[in-house]
């Protein structure tokens, strides 16, 4: 369980994380979500005491992280920046943190049987691959049995089969009773493995929902129409809650209405309909409409001029 | 790696064990030995101890019957014996911030810090370590390096002083506890800077680059100074003899301890309260 109470994080001028507050419950898997440089890597930071916050304050079970008296138990965590000294090998790596727990060599070995390193455990981890990189930064994440999992971009630059080992690992995690934290800036990723999101956007909260709401709620509603008479339809609904888009002759987008009422004022006025679809935002939309206002540099705002 | 997914459940651990310095001593004693060039910069360091020596012993032998009077009593045996200290301190300098930097560089300090959220253990746990095996190299190796240019010089009846002597065994055992606090001084300097060529440099800049610098002042000013200089009380803790303008070895080892202390404070408060 982590629990955060306004926390803020400046560099300089900067505000990086700003008055988040959350419950991340075990059990199931959360989502944090948002756009590269929306904070989600410092918020991590702080949930560690890499990176103390400017204020407000996070606890992991009940207390903060460097006070557990045996933090590896506590939380295990995959950061997106690499941690590991390219000049040791994946065994000794995970040996050395193993070691200040006094976790036994077999461990080690399990572990690393279990992430399916065994082949290059006696190898130096810099001339890993990515994906084998984050095989040992799983291996380590998990090395204490911790009751809590955070995971910054796992799925970042892996192949296919990488981002499926993953996937189902974070559900496994989940199911066994575990904290999964689990954040990412692609929403079809965190569909397909979050159970609860948090979404932020310039260090702020933007949403704390489940998924499913998460994009009732982006998503505007819109209604697609077939009808041979679509002119007298249109006329019939449009007014001040309702615009209605026609995309091409016959075809109607009504923002506004629901298929039911749609089609019940056209069975009250004879309009025949030959489709009448409600059409969901994808998860894409949705997180992009959310997150509209908070992404910091756009394309075309002139920012590659200035740097340039 | 064609298997998807653990290859299991994740097995529980059957108890947990809490975070002992002594834990993180075992853990930055397995850091240290498994970095291959941590493991061959330790041995190129005593190879040059005693390396470095041989080599001299062999060159004054050889040149002694063309030297004058007075450069013969010039010559001293311990400055022959403990030539190889100053270039295997250069060794142990590096390592000594290398050992810090490179956790910075390569990103490891946080899984170091992960594992050990109140940090100071670390600091401890690698300024034990470091110290404790440059000193245990180091040690025989300047005492092998005194008996091995004794034995050159005695071929040719030259230079023999004995173990024995007044101050002899205190110089040969200060050289190793030399290398072993400048050892430590490094890697302070590494903790507090956090940049590998930032850390070299510094040591470079108190040890190498200040000393001649001051050479510039009026003598009777560098005189004043130079014996409360980092590097110059050091240096007289390996010193067979002193002179009116450099310390005693028992203070000069002191003053020493005291820059490693107070480098080493500045240290530990720097990596408690930076972000890392």
């Known amino acids: 369980m982590i629990e955060a109470h306004s926390l803020t994080k400046d560099y300089g001028d900067k505000r990086a994380v700003d008055a988040l507050s959350f419950l991340i419950r075990p059990g199931i898997v959360t989502g944090f979500l948002g756009p590269n440089g929306s904070g989600k890597s410092t918020t991590m930071r702080l949930i560690l005491g890499l990176d103390a916050p400017t204020a407000g304050r996070v606890t992991v079970n009940g207390k903060l992280y460097r006070e557990h008296a045996a933090p590896l138990h506590e939380v295990g965590a995959l950061l997106e920046a690499r941690s590991v000294h390219t000049g040791r090998s994946a065994q000794n790596h995970l040996l050395a943190l193993a070691q200040t727990h006094g976790i036994s060599k077999r461990r080690v070995a399990e572990l690393i049987d279990l992430v399916g390193l065994h082949d290059v455990a006696k190898k130096r981890a810099g001339d890993f691959s990515l994906g084998m990189g984050q095989r040992l930064g799983i291996a380590t994440a998990l090395l204490g049995d911790p009751a809590t999992v955070m995971l910054d971009e796992p799925v970042n630059g892996l192949d296919p089969e990488g981002i499926h080992w993953i996937r189902n690992l974070l559900k496994q995690l989940a199911a066994e009773g575990r904290t999964v934290f689990v954040s990412s800036h692609l929403m079809s990723e965190m569909a397909l493995t979050a159970d609860h999101l948090l979404v932020i956007g310039r260090g702020r909260l933007i949403a704390d929902t489940s998924v499913e709401e998460f994009v009732n709620r982006a998503s505007k509603n819109i209604v697609r129409v077939r009808s041979p008479q679509a002119e007298r339809l249109r006329d019939l609904v449009v007014g001040s809650e309702v615009t209605v888009l026609a995309l091409e002759p016959g075809i109607l987008e009504i923002t506004g209405l629901t298929a039911e009422q749609i089609g019940d004022t056209a069975a009250a006025n004879g309009v025949t309909l030959h489709e009448l679809t409600p059409q969901q935002a994808s998860l894409e939309e949705a997180f992009m409409e959310l997150t509209r206002d908070d992404i910091e540099f756009r394309a075309g705002t002139g920012d590659l001029e200035e740097a340039a | ?276």
């Open chain 2, 1 to 276: 790696m064609t298997e998807v997914g653990l290859t299991g459940p994740l097995p529980r651990l059957p108890h947990t064990g809490r975070v002992t310095q002594l834990r993180v001593v075992l853990s930055e004693w397995t850091k240290l030995r498994s970095v291959r060039s941590t493991r061959w910069a330790l041995l190129i360091g005593a190879v040059l101890t005693i390396g470095f020596p041989l080599l001299f012993a062999a060159v004054t032998s050889s040149r002694w019957g063309h030297m004058s009077p007075h450069e013969r009593a010039n010559r001293n045996p311990l400055d022959i014996a403990l030539a190889g200290v100053n270039v295997s301190q250069l060794a142990i300098a590096v390592l000594g911030v290398l050992a810090v930097t490179a956790e910075y560089s390569t990103g490891m300090i946080r899984a170091s810090f992960t594992a050990v959220p109140k940090r100071l253990p670390v600091l401890w746990a690698k300024l034990g370590v470091f110290s404790l095996v440059a000193f245990v190299l180091s040690l025989p190796a300047v005492v092998i390096a005194f008996f091995a240019s004794q034995a050159i010089l005695s071929r040719h009846h030259i230079l023999q002083i004995s173990f024995s002597h007044p101050g002899v065994a205190r110089s040969v055992i200060g050289g190793a506890v030399y290398l072993m606090l400048v050892g430590a001084f490094a890697m302070a300097f590494g903790a507090i800077i956090r940049s590998t060529a930032g850390g070299i440099s510094a040591f470079a800049a108190i040890f190498f680059v200040i000393p001649p610098l001051l050479n510039v002042l009026p003598t009777s000013w560098n005189n004043a100074v130079n014996p409360y200089l980092p590097s110059e009380a050091a240096r007289s803790i390996f010193s067979l003899t002193h002179g009116p303008h450099s310390l005693a070895p028992g203070p000069g080892l002191a003053l020493f301890v005291g820059y490693t202390l107070l480098a080493v404070a500045v240290a530990a408060v720097l990596l408690v309260r930076r972000d890392t």
